[in-house]
C-alpha cells in the first residue's frame, strides 16, 4: 500500500472504467488487484482471501471506515 498526502494529480490506468462505492462506516473486504483507492477515513489490512476464494485472486486489502472507493477490474 502506498499512501499519497497533499495536492496535486496522479495519473491511474484500469482494464475498464473504474467504480466508485461509498462506504459508511463499514467493513470491506476487496481483492488487491482491483483497489485502484480511496478518499476517507479508512483503517486498510492486508488480509489472506477467504477460503472459497480463487488462489489467483490473492491476498486481499480489508477497509474498515468511511470515505468513497475506487475500484477497477480484473
Do not use: C
Amino acid at each position: 500500500l502506498v499512501t499519497i498526502y497533499g495536492e496535486g494529480t496522479f495519473v491511474v490506468s484500469s482494464a475498464g472504467a473504474p467504480t466508485q462505492m461509498q462506504v459508511e462506516d463499514e467493513d470491506l473486504l476487496i481483492s488487491h488487484k482491483t483497489l485502484i483507492g480511496w478518499v476517507g477515513k479508512f483503517a486498510p489490512r492486508v488480509v489472506a482471501a477467504p477460503n472459497g476464494v480463487p488462489p489467483e485472486v490473492g491476498p486481499m486489502i480489508r477497509l474498515k471506515g468511511t470515505g468513497r472507493v475506487l475500484i477497477g477490474r480484473l
